[in-house]
């Protein structure tokens, strides 16, 4: 009788323990399905998404060997901060020999505009003398018309019509000569006029010139000092003292902590109702779960992370296996998040996008109104070297010379 009923009590066990376990996966499975009707189903997420920002490369514009280091790794620096010094004594002279240049040009032109002066009051004194020669070739005529009938009578000698008259041919004379002479000068004041007319010594074409040879070696001057263009953390920094560094080569880069967004790479079936302007919800590996990020989707990529590669796949050749493609998605941060709980760029991030909002662009539909990024550390230098050339000119003229404006940096020397 025992062994019935411990059978048959193992068996009705069994089956409890075989309900239970399906009452549960029953309950489980109704709770993930609600769960996923009432709040997943309207979100996208993925775990590969990384924080990216501007990395901007300080690079000489002028080649030289670099004599100080203002900044290393991991500092702060600030927009115009000096972050590294090349040599500036090869730049230096080239800029006193532009300066001088200037300066000689600026005499020499002066020189051309008082020759025109003279020229054109040697073309008045010429009229002058042609008037006078008229005015005597007009009295021996008078002279000559006189004495002619009286010839006729011999109240006046032939000898003395004959002076007269031999006056009068050489007072023609002079009159030629005189009108060929103010020609002469008109000519050379029209000649003149050419190389000044219509402008002042500040507008002249070899003071321009020669202006413009001044700005060059003053920004090359000033190009020795390698400023930081915006404000931020210095990272990858290559350089060393005694370093001979070319144009254009990568000596450091700044990243502005404070200007972070994340690229999530969903999959393509994720796609289908991810909308710009849409609201995201990101949290950090190096923080967890405690520190929780708001951004907004602000685009979609214009093709998968494959399309852009270097190397990018050939599926058309040899064993094909299909693989999800995945599109990059900006996703900017709120400001103020990322100031209480700085990222770095490259960290992981886990990003959850609300998609139910659809009303949004899958692509932007209008160009940029504004500059991405952009900055004002390069003006100062032009406005110095414009202050520059126009204090040598000034000066050459004879003038006061005019005074920088505020703010402008000094003068290299």
Do not use: C
């Amino acid at each position: 009788m025992s062994e019935p009923l411990t059978s048959h009590a193992a068996s009705s066990a069994r089956r409890r323990g075989l309900t239970l376990i399906a009452l549960a996966v029953a309950l489980a499975g109704a709770g993930w399905g609600g769960w996923h009707w009432m709040h997943a189903r309207h979100y996208e997420t993925t775990d590969n998404a990384y924080v990216a920002g501007n990395v901007v490369q300080i690079t000489p514009q002028v080649g030289g060997t670099v004599v100080a280091i203002g900044a290393d790794d991991t500092d702060r620096v600030q927009r115009g901060q000096v972050l590294v010094q090349l040599d500036p004594a090869d730049a230096r002279v080239a800029l006193e020999q532009a300066e001088a240049q200037l300066a000689q040009t600026v005499r020499e032109v002066r020189q051309l505009y008082a020759n025109s002066t003279a020229l054109q009051a040697q073309v008045a004194l010429r009229k002058a003398e042609l008037a006078r020669a008229q005015a005597e070739q007009a009295r021996l005529q008078d002279d000559v018309d006189r004495r002619a009938p009286l010839t006729a009578s011999g109240a006046v000698g032939k000898e003395e019509f004959q002076h007269a008259s031999s006056q009068l041919a050489a007072a023609r004379s002079s009159v030629a000569a005189a009108q060929s002479a103010v020609l002469a000068a008109q000519e050379q004041w029209a000649a003149s006029q050419t190389q000044t007319e219509g402008l002042s010594v500040e507008q002249h074409p070899s003071v321009q010139r020669a202006a413009a040879r001044v700005r060059e070696a003053f920004l090359a001057a000033g190009r020795a000092q390698l400023l930081a263009p915006i404000d931020g953390y210095v990272a990858k920094r290559g350089v060393q003292l005694g370093q001979r560094v070319p144009a254009g080569a990568p000596v450091m880069t700044v990243v502005p902590l404070a200007e972070l967004w994340v690229d999530a790479n969903f999959k393509e079936s994720q796609l289908q109702r991810l909308r710009i302007g849409q609201s995201a919800v990101l949290t950090a590996d190096v923080y967890g779960d405690k520190v929780r990020y708001h951004g907004t989707v602000t685009g979609l990529g214009a093709g998968t992370g494959a399309a852009f590669a270097l190397l990018p796949a050939q599926n058309a050749t040899g064993n094909w296996i299909k693989v999800v493609q995945r599109v990059p998605v900006r996703i900017a941060l709120d400001a103020d998040e990322v100031a209480a709980h700085p990222l770095r760029v490259g960290l992981s991030m886990l990003a959850e996008v609300d998609v139910r909002d659809t009303s949004g662009k899958a692509l932007a539909d209008a160009p940029r109104s504004a500059p991405v990024a952009s900055t004002t550390v390069y003006d100062a230098q032009l406005q110095a070297a414009d202050a520059q050339v126009r204090q040598i000119i000034a000066a050459h003229l004879g003038r006061k010379a005019a005074q920088p404006r505020a703010g402008a940096p000094a003068t290299v020397r």
